[in-house]
Structure formats: C-alpha cells, structure tokens
C-alpha cells in the first residue's frame, strides 16, 4: 500500500502571504509498513531542504579549505 496524504482540518496560527498560505496546511502522513502517522507540512520538507542545501554549501567550503591544506601538505612534504 502506498503512503498516504489526508489533509488536517487545524489550520497554523502563523500568518503568511495569501499567495502561499496553503503551505502551511497540516497533513496526516501515513506510511504503510507499520501504519505510522506523523504531522508535516509542505513549508516544514521546504525549511528542511533549505536546511539540508546550506548544509551542502558549508561542507562544501569545508571540502575545498580542507583539499588547499592538503595542497599545502604535500608541497611541504616534496620541498
């Protein structure tokens, strides 16, 4: 059986733009095996992303200082 989405009639106090206010309708998330159910929103997987995708930058920052050290290492170590 597929997952489930089933709309919550409790709106978010939380004001936003009538443009977008539907993000931040609450929806039952079912997920079958086991039947559990959890609370989410579409703002809430977006803020996530948002998350996940400065997190992505920052380890790529770090990759890059780290590869430059590694440059530096080697170049002291052949000298």
Known sequence: MADKYTKKAIQSPEAAP??????????EREVQPPKVKTDVSYRQIEQQIASIDAQVKSLGDEKSALSAE????KKAVEA
């Open 18 to 27: 009538a443009a977008d206010a539907w993000k931040d309708s609450w929806v």
């Open 70 to 73: 590694l440059a530096l290492i």
